[in-house]
Each structure stands twice: as C-alpha cells, then as structure tokens.
C-alpha cells in the first residue's frame, strides 16, 4: 500500500530523481533514525476494538497486518513510485509475482494479450500456459516491429507486455509507439524495466501505463533477495492490485523491501557505472577475432541503437551478449576459463556474472524455439558489474586465446 493519507517526508515539490532515491519514504519513527527502520512484524496493534474496525473496513488509514500493509514495504513503494513518476508501486515477493498480480488484477477469461516474443521465459509461461488454462488468450509478436503488434490487436486485447531491452540479445522495442497502439484500441502498455530500471529509463515518460519490475535484479544490484513491483497510477493499484494481494499475498516481505529501498539509494551510480563497464566490455569483444557478434545497444552496430540512446538516457545497460566462434563448446570454454567472472544465471548484480543461454535461462526451449529467438549455442551474456574492466578483459581473453586456432 502506497498509503495515500499517510504523513509524507518532508521534502521540497522540485526535488530530482538522485534526492529521491535516498530520501522519499515515509518520515521517521519517534526516534529519529536517519537510516530507515526495518519493521519486522506480522500484525500491527490497536488502540481499541472500534479503531481497529475502522481500519480492517479500511475507512482509517493504518498498517494492519504485513500481507498488504507494512511500513518498510511502503517506504520501498513510495521510493520506486518517485523514481518512476508513477503515482503508486506495490511491492511483490519476486518479479514474476509482479507479473503475476498484474495479470490477475487485470484480466479475465476471454481477455487477449499481446506480448513480445523476446520477454523473460518465465513470462511467456505464465501468459501462454497458465493464464491460458483459465481462459485468457495471448499473441506473442516480435520485440521491434510495431506492425506485428498493431495487427495481432483484437476487440477483446486489454493488455500489452513488453520487456526493453529484452534479454539476453538487448532488442529494444519503441515504448511510445506501443503505447500509442495500446491507447488507441482502449488496451493498457505494461514495460518490464528490469534491465534499464528507472535510473536510466523512465517508461511512463514514453506513454506506458504499468512498470514490472524484478527487484532481484538491479534494484537490490547486490543479488541478495528476490523482490518484484508493479508500479502505476493510484487508482490501477487501489482498485485492481491491492484487493488481489490482500486475498492472494503474493506479499513482499519487510526484510526484501529493506535491502531493495537501500539499494536505491546507489541505484542510479550503479547503473551509469555498469553500463559504461559494458560498453567498454562490448567495443573490446567487437576487436577479437574469435568473437563472431556483440550485441549492446550503445554500440553504433545495434539495430536499434538511435531508439536505444534516446529512450535509455543516452545508455545501453549493463548486459552485453555475444557469440563466439567453435558454437556450444566454444561458448563453455571462455566460461570455463574465467576466474573472475561468477557462473551463475541472475544478473544485476555488482559481481559479474557469465552465462550460457541456450543450457541455461533458456534451456527448457525446443532449439527451434531458440533459434527463432537468436539464441544460438556460441551465445555467451555478460551481466557487467563493478569489477575492474581491465581485469574482466584479462578473464575472457585466457579462453579466447585458447578457442584461437
Ligand atoms: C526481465 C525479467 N523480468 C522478470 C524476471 C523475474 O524476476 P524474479 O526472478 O525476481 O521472479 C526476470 C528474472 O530473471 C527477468 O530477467
């Protein structure tokens, strides 16, 4: 609960997106602390019995029981609302509960959705084999060609998904055009951010109506917790997500939204860092000679590099993928002969991590599903964090002159 009628911190109207990452929240305790409090509890105490109606029939704002309301869990929403200029945020227990609250909050049998085809695998998933199950139909279209979405539109669509840039090749779809195709059928656009996140790209701006976010991912930035939110207008959140979490609790819990209201705090330095990580990392794997292809969308060779740049603030992420020669066994022997880099499938984190798609987060695909998403067996993605640049070149270079014939 974003908690409309609660006190607010008192900040100055005009304050910019870095004062907000540290500050907005709610106002401190009785006691003062300057580093936000951690409200570990399940319930929460009544003066008496007849306040305690009021507010379980919710004519008095007060926190009642963590499932749906929780003041760390607030001070998190509050936070990633101001940095997405949304008007309210509702934090899930992960991204895909995000997904999840949204698609229940929203649709019913007989709904159609129309959805990338490059979205998170988990996505299509949900969307095609769940939701399908209870009667809501998807088309799935390609990331970048607004024609496909425009045409895939029937009476019944209530709802776009889009995901930008997509994962793990960093295709990039034009937010404002979706939206404009979204709008004009009555349908709403919702943008998984999770790669960009609000430091660099700020959906609303571009017309969309819902932000999915993956808080495991660059809003915690530390791979600590799973964490999720959806933010939207007050009146999407209150009237269709809140009442679906209050039954379903698919709730965030008041540890994980701590850990991710202090990782926006370094947000917005974390992400220009990374992502200049990245481009350095991308411009040196476009020079070896055993890399085939790299795929950044801040390189002048990405197909939709323009788009990229003015939609991303000028910046292309921190995730960089590329194919190298010798396929699938060549791919494992640059991962193989890395000392640095962390084996792993998360990413977002300030450790670089290193991972295999096609056996990996894509695995559980058909090769033809696979192959119609580029995801080859030579395709490596690199989730670039803080480590030294010259040392994660040191780290692929060791398998690269090895893979050298
Ligand atoms: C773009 C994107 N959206 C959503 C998710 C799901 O997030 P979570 O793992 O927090 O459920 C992921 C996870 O990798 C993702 O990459």
Redesign the pocket.
């Known amino acids: 609960m974003t908690g409309k009628k609660l006190p607010r911190v008192n900040l100055p109207p005009d304050v910019r997106l870095d004062t907000l990452a540290v500050r907005e929240g709610l106002p401190p305790s009785q006691w003062g602390e300057n580093s936000e409090a951690l409200f570990l509890t399940s319930s929460f105490v009544h003066p008496d019995a007849a306040t305690a109606a009021a507010r379980f029939a919710n004519e008095e704002e007060a926190f009642v029981y963590s499932r749906f309301s929780n003041p760390t869990v607030t001070m998190m929403e509050r936070r990633l609302a101001a940095l997405e200029g949304t008007e309210a945020c509702i934090g899930t227990s992960?991204?895909?509960a995000a997904i999840l609250l949204l698609l229940m909050g929203l649709l019913k049998a007989g709904d159609h959705v129309v959805c990338s085809q490059s979205v998170?695998g988990?996505?299509i998933r949900l969307l095609q084999g769940e939701f399908g199950k209870f009667g809501v139909q998807s088309t799935f279209v390609s990331q970048t060609d607004v024609a496909q979405w425009r045409g895939a539109m029937r009476p019944n669509t209530k709802l776009l998904f889009a995901?930008t840039p997509s994962?793990p090749l960093t295709e990039v779809c034009d937010i404002a055009a979706l939206a404009q195709v979204a709008h004009g059928a009555g349908a709403l656009l919702a943008v998984?951010n999770?790669?960009c996140s609000p430091a660099l790209q700020q959906p609303v701006k571009w017309g969309a109506d819902v932000i999915i976010h993956?808080g495991?991912?660059y809003l915690d930035g530390q791979g600590r917790v799973?964490?999720?939110a959806v933010c939207a207008s007050e009146q999407l959140v209150n009237e269709k997500l809140v009442p679906v979490m209050r039954s379903a609790g698919m709730s965030l819990s008041p540890f994980n939204a701590w850990v991710v209201l202090k990782g926006l705090e370094t947000l917005s330095i974390r992400m220009r860092a990374q992502s200049e990580h990245a481009l350095a990392m991308a411009r040196w794997l476009e020079s070896q000679a055993m890399v085939e292809r790299v795929y950044h969308p801040s390189l002048p060779s990405h197909p939709q590099h323009e788009l990229a740049m003015a939609q991303q603030s000028g910046q292309g992420g921190a995730v960089v993928s590329f194919i190298v020669k010798g396929s699938r066994a060549g791919a494992f022997k640059i991962i193989d002969a890395t000392r640095i880099c962390s084996i792993t499938a998360n990413l977002g984190d300030t450790k670089t991590t290193i991972t295999h798609p096609a056996s990996t987060s894509h695995g559980r695909l058909s090769e033809e599903q696979r192959l119609a998403a580029g995801i080859t067996q030579g395709l490596i993605r690199l989730a670039v964090g803080l480590d030294d640049v010259d040392d994660l070149k040191a780290d692929l270079a060791r398998g690269l002159v090895a893979l050298a014939p």
């Open positions: 992960s991204g895909m998170f988990s996505t995901e994962n998984d999770c790669f993956s495991t991912k799973i964490a999720g």
